[in-house]
């Protein structure tokens, strides 16, 4: 409860913070209501603050010099709506029944998604360098494990960065996946299948699209390219996705019941591409619940689940001048959850891609990924002591290629080999084909 009540007084005192900000702002403001000043650019109405990010406004199926992107624009507004489909089967084994599956693509797994985005630059009302978002979503998936299914709020908060861009504040309900960790292959949401991503952040009880959390996140931009940030979130359900899902359908629930404080904090160095330099990403991080989880040594709901990660992307070579941050890349991954409590305890991955593949295909990204997940001691113990087959661990590659075909559309294809594709029963190796489309409007 003490910790719930102290997010709920951090998250008051920005709104009644930032009314006297705008007010200040308000006086410099010279630039009539309905033209932008000079230095502004649409690409400011893009998200902002997070660890990955969506492609550039421009790049969109709907032309960004159209009446309809323009005239928005001239009162401060950006909508995008994005829609995704998913694909991915087994190739290696017949498909199961639907009700004894229990991976992605043991039967023939299908998804989609819509998500419509409204942002607002404040400065129209006086509150510079400001962002207001709001966004809903539906998600439909072919087997639930995978989803959740949900229809309902993905975003509301209020974005400012203060003293020169060195301190940036985001507060309200969002997904903190594309704030922290940066699990994103080239740090894109277009990435659409590259990678293996990790779970353990999630098990933790980190917000992920599209299931939000109420939040604060502050974000120190230090010198020479240090970054510290900070994360007050109400926690995810102990039991995972589809159970905060079915306790909180619309996403607006501020603090259900059990549900208590996730902690975030991440350190990082991030360094981008430039005529004379190569990009660098480092960034390392703790999190830690207060909300009870079942610890499956006691089989009673206990505190203390916690994790860490590190992460690091460094470019290699340059292919172009022009576009510096085309190259080869190559990255690693390490994170640790608490084995009483999570079941998946230990990721490590190792990735090799690379921006802009061949000279006519510009933005394209291909990319090699290598991983080991790690399955709790504590409970496969007990799974072998009730008589179930268990894997101990789970080993995959994965090799990826991201088309963009169009302005604004992506299509991701990635064959995964996975050894040991899931804790029990002891399923044979999948050979996994996966497929994403995605039209960013």
Not at 268 to 289: I, Q
Not at 311 to 329: F, N
Request: charged share 15%; glycine share 8%; net charge positive.
């Amino acid at each position: 409860m003490n910790a719930r009540n102290a997010l709920i007084r951090t998250v008051l005192a920005v709104v009644v913070i930032a009314p006297g900000c705008r007010s200040s702002a308000a006086q410099e403001q010279k630039t009539s209501k309905n033209v932008p000043p000079p230095s502004a650019s649409i690409e400011s109405l893009n998200i902002q603050g997070g660890d990955a990010a969506l492609p550039p406004i421009s790049d969109s199926a709907i032309d960004v010099d159209s009446p309809f992107r323009q005239s928005l624009f001239r009162n401060g507004f950006a909508l995008r709506w994005i829609n995704t489909v998913r694909y991915a089967q087994n190739t290696l084994q017949a498909p199961v029944p639907t009700d004894q599956q229990v991976y992605v693509g043991e039967y023939p797994f299908e998804g989609g998604m819509t998500n419509p985005i409204l942002t607002w630059d404040l400065r129209q009302v006086g509150l510079k360098h400001a962002q207001f978002d709001v966004s809903g979503v539906w998600q439909w998936v072919s087997w639930e494990p995978a989803g959740p299914k949900t229809f309902g709020l993905w975003t509301l908060y209020l974005y400012k960065e203060f003293g020169r861009d060195r301190v940036e504040i985001k507060a309200g309900y969002n997904s903190n996946d594309i704030e922290f960790v940066g699990m994103q292959v080239g740090g894109s949401t277009a990435s659409g299948v590259q990678g293996v991503y990790a779970v353990l952040p999630y098990e933790v009880g980190m917000a992920f699209f599209p299931l939000p959390a109420p939040q604060l996140n502050l974000k120190l931009n230090a010198t020479h390219r240090t970054y510290l940030k900070f994360g007050l979130q109400r926690s995810l359900d102990a039991a995972g996705g589809p159970a905060t899902e079915a306790r909180n359908h619309t996403g607006l629930r501020f603090a259900p019941h059990g549900d208590k404080l996730l902690t975030i904090s991440e350190a990082g160095f991030r360094r981008p591409s430039s005529g004379s330099t190569h990009a660098v990403w480092f960034r390392t991080g703790y999190m830690h619940n207060s909300t009870q989880y079942m610890n499956f040594t006691s089989g009673r709901y206990e505190l203390g689940n916690h994790a860490a990660f590190a992460l690091m992307d460094a470019q290699i070579t340059k292919s172009s001048q022009e576009h510096p941050e085309r190259g080869l890349y190559v990255g690693i991954s390490a994170m640790t959850a608490a084995s009483q409590f999570n079941a998946y305890d230990r990721y490590f991955e190792a990735r090799l891609y690379k921006l802009a593949p061949f000279a006519g295909r510009p933005q394209d990204v291909a990319s090699l990924v290598s991983t080991y997940t790690g399955f709790s001691k504590t409970l496969t113990d007990s799974l072998v002591a009730s008589g179930a087959r268990v894997w101990r661990n789970s080993g995959s590659v994965t090799g990826s290629y991201n088309f963009h075909l169009a302005p604004g559309n992506y299509l991701s294809v990635g064959l995964s080999y996975v050894h040991g594709p899931a804790i029990k029963p002891r399923t044979d190796d999948a050979l996994t084909f996966a497929a994403v489309y995605t039209v960013f409007f």
